[in-house]
């Protein structure tokens, strides 16, 4: 992988100028390759990692498999795109072993998402079964440490 993109994985804030010193180039070229990674669609976007459960306590990810009967000429992306328009769904992977799609829905409580698999996905013709995890706690995502627990820094006293 280019330099350039691994430093804007790590850190998508830098600015040209801090990206052209760690590169030894100039921040001109620095957003002309930007601008070319985007217009050739490498860079597809960027977002900010966020710690949910300070935002909303109550949200709730599920990591949802299902199994799909693929479309004759369209294998599975048919499905996958249409599942890919709902709005609770963050992620849509093809899947090699016992299933085939893996979504991440986000929803605000346990029943919305219950709900949205009952409702929206079970419907679908092509979904022959579903297997729903409910993510418990979030230690690291896109290799940002989410929860660290707090060191108790006063040491142990026995008697």
Known sequence: MDDLL???????RLTNQELAVMLGITAEEVAAKIEDYENKGIIKGYSAICDDTIIDPQKVTALIELK???????GFDMIANQISSYEQVESVMLMSGAYDILLTVRGHSILEVSQFVSQRLA????????????????YKENGIIICSEEKDERGLVSP
């Open 6 to 12: 691994k430093l804007l994985k790590g850190n998508a």
């Open 68 to 74: 799909i009967t693929p479309q004759h000429q369209s």
């Open 123 to 138: 419907g679908i013709r092509d979904v022959t079964s579903t297997t729903t995890h409910f993510m418990l706690k979030n």
